[in-house]
């Protein structure tokens, strides 16, 4: 895949779908094309988070490690975004994410991130969207897999 197609695959993202053609171009450039096996581990749970990924192809699996063993919280393919929480709140990984078949990613530093939310505030809007998105979702799927209350996010709405 060229500079065109990832650039192309980023702005099919919504995260970057506002962001410069130049801009998305100087991305693309400066990330690095990351592959997985099936079954690797792009980053574990508690781990320092150093960069986010963009999934170019394939799926992966993020599990949350709890005390009665491992929960898989969400399925993640082409054009997800992982990784981004440990970059953003400079928080531990909250998750692990493991390839579940062969994974082609582009993985984009932290300070490269950082720098692309300051040129386009719109992109922390897009991305407190996802966020919000995701803890709605892994409360649910919480819920369902304990029976218990309101979840872990109780009181925040």
């Keep these: 895949m060229g500079l065109t197609e990832e650039v192309e695959l980023m702005r099919r993202i919504p995260l970057f779908a506002d962001v410069e053609i130049s801009k998305l171009k100087l991305l693309a450039f400066t990330s690095e094309r990351v592959t997985f096996r099936a079954g690797e581990v792009l980053f574990r749970q508690n781990d320092v988070g150093s960069a986010a990924y963009i999934i170019i192809d394939g799926e992966a699996d993020v599990i949350v490690e709890r005390p009665d063993g491992p929960l898989t919280v969400a399925r993640v393919g082409p054009n997800d975004f992982v990784g981004e929480i440990a970059i953003l709140c400079d928080v ?66």
Excluded: H, W, Y
Aim: charged share 20%.
């Design 92 to 157: 531990p990984r909250t998750a692990t994410v493991v390839a579940r078949t062969d994974l082609t990613t582009l993985c984009i530093s932290k300070d490269l991130f950082f720098r692309m939310v300051n040129d386009f505030p719109q992109m922390a809007i897009a991305i407190m969207r996802v966020l919000a998105r995701r803890l709605e979702m892994t409360n649910r799927r919480l819920q369902e897999t304990t029976g218990s209350g309101p979840g872990i996010a109780n009181g925040v709405t």
